[in-house]
């Protein structure tokens, strides 16, 4: 893969480099934005995956809450740097072929849904669902366009720059910009393990070609727009097809 242009620091090899981005990076991994975000509804729905499944309200605002919550990080982690959200790819300038190289992917994304689905169906039939756990609690047209507003944040934008500052810090210090890929797909994948093996294998390989995409283009524009657009439209067809 050709490395981006939007990484300017050359590696380095300095212990505290290394120490710095391995805390960065688990600092924006989520798991402690996502410790945050649940607090407010500990005496709700709890903390675990399957008690954030019992109101779709404590769902949607815990994730758009743990959203804002990686945001803010991000954006301390940067300020800090004396870096911007361009140091990692978000640029204005020839954003329009970026667009549409997104909306060119999203078709493919929904093939490789379709390949991942298809091959558990045939080869590990008892590793199907037989629903979608997250779709199984909305329950009318509003909740849908909450949660499909919450999934567009998340996914199109809070996702994708952290998928980018990730492996931005691993191109700098912790063994290169592939290998931040690979762990943070199979990582990326694991998080989802509410929608069970299905949910988690379709996750970790397109987690796996948006930050392929975002290494060879050297931009964040395509990732966010086909994930926006297939978190968007994944949700609708879904949700019109099952009722």
């Known amino acids: 893969m050709n490395q981006p242009e939007l990484i300017l620091d050359p590696p380095r090899n300095a212990w505290f480099d290394r120490a710095q981005a391995c805390f960065e990076v688990l600092l924006m991994s989520g798991l402690a934005s996502s410790l945050l975000a ?3 509804f500990l005496g709700i729905g ?7 499944l019992l109101d779709i309200r404590i769902l949607i605002a815990t994730v758009l809450l743990e959203a804002v919550i990686t945001l803010i990080l991000l954006a301390l982690i940067l300020k800090a740097h004396n870096r911007t959200l361009r140091s990692i790819g978000l640029r204005r300038e020839e954003w329009k072929p970026d667009v549409v190289f997104g909306l060119g992917m999203v078709p493919f994304l929904f093939l490789v849904n379709v390949l991942v689905m298809g091959a558990l169906r045939i080869f590990m039939p008892a590793y199907v669902p037989k629903s979608n756990p ?3 609690i909305i329950h009318s047209p509003l909740q849908l366009g909450l949660f499909m507003f919450s999934a567009l944040i998340a996914g199109g934008i809070k996702e994708e720059l952290q998928r980018a500052f990730i492996i931005t810090r691993f191109h700098e210090h912790l063994g290169g910009a592939k290998l931040g890929l690979v762990l943070w797909s199979v990582a990326f994948g694991a998080g989802h393990y509410i929608q069970g093996l299905e949910g988690m294998l379709v996750a970790g390989i397109l987690g796996f070609i948006f930050g392929a995409v975002y290494l060879l283009r050297g931009s964040i524009m395509a990732p966010m727009v086909a994930h926006g657009l ?3 439209l994944s949700l609708l067809g879904y949700w019109l097809l099952t009722r």
Request: hydrophobic content about 30%; charged content about 5%.
């Open 134 to 136: 997250l779709m199984d």
């Open 230 to 232: 297939y978190n968007t």
């Open 46 to 52: 709890g903390t675990g995956g399957a008690n954030l």
């Open 38 to 40: 649940s607090l407010p």
